[in-house]
């Protein structure tokens, strides 16, 4: 996910990926304890997506205040 992807989003769009990103961060981390986990570069990639996420928002209440 690239940050020209996001910046078209509005802010419950924004905050409904980063509720799926979490998620999927959360189940990768299972995995790993587990042992299961296959793609491990994965994981780095969502929490990546998370912060870009977040920033999209931040920038987006900044400018509707």
Same mark, same amino acid.
């Given at each position: 996910?690239?940050?020209? !992807?996001? $910046?078209?989003? &509005? *802010? &419950?769009?924004? &905050?409904?990926?980063?509720?799926?990103? +979490?998620?999927?961060?959360?189940?990768? #981390?299972?995995q @790993? %304890?587990?042992? @299961?986990? !296959? $793609?491990?570069?994965?994981? #780095? @990639?969502? +929490? +990546?997506?998370? %912060?870009? *996420? !977040? &920033?999209?928002?931040? *920038? *987006? +209440?900044? $400018? %509707? %205040?």
């Amino acid at each position: 996910m690239k940050m020209s !992807e996001l $910046k078209d989003l &509005t *802010v &419950t769009e924004l &905050t409904a990926k980063g509720r799926d990103l +979490r998620q999927e961060l959360f189940n990768l #981390r299972l995995q @790993q %304890a587990s042992s @299961q986990l !296959e $793609k491990s570069s994965r994981l #780095r @990639q969502l +929490r +990546r997506g998370v %912060a870009r *996420v !977040e &920033t999209q928002i931040s *920038v *987006v +209440r900044k $400018k %509707a %205040a």
